[in-house]
Nanobody, 115 residues
Framework: QVQLVESGGGLVQPGGSLRLSCAAS????????MGWYRQAPGNQRELVAQ???????TYADSAKGRFTISRDNAKNAVNLQMNSLKPEDTAVYYC?????????WGQGTQVTVSS
């Protein structure tokens, strides 16, 4: 089993920054990719950013230029630095880790961008 612990969500004003972190533990032998998804009320869950074991990154168009994903291989962790936040970034953010061919999800952390 793989456990994911997320942290870093909260309330921030428009234009502000937040840093999300997700640490994986358990039976981790081959992490293929780590990433962040988000889901706003009434919307489907969508990819925000992903980074593979080869450090290939993928960003949603809405995240490009504002968000940066990074990995800490020593801690089996993935971070998402979010800058210039907008009200439309408000959502529950979920960490996803692919170990071998199986995907594991975190419990989600709320990000609210509001004045």
């Amino acid at each position: 089993q793989v456990q994911l612990v997320e942290s870093g969500g909260g309330l921030v004003q428009p234009g502000g920054s937040l840093r999300l972190s997700c640490a994986a533990s358990g039976r981790i032998f081959n992490i293929y990719a780590m990433g962040w998804y988000r889901q706003a009320p009434g919307n489907q869950r969508e990819l925000v950013a992903q980074i593979t074991s080869g450090d290939t990154t993928t960003y949603a168009d809405s995240a490009k230029g504002r968000f940066t994903i990074s990995r800490d291989n020593a801690k089996n962790a993935v971070n998402l630095q979010m800058n210039s936040l907008k009200p439309e970034d408000t959502a529950v953010y979920y960490c996803r880790v692919i170990v071998d061919t199986r995907a594991y999800w975190g419990q989600g952390t709320q990000v609210t961008v509001s004045s």
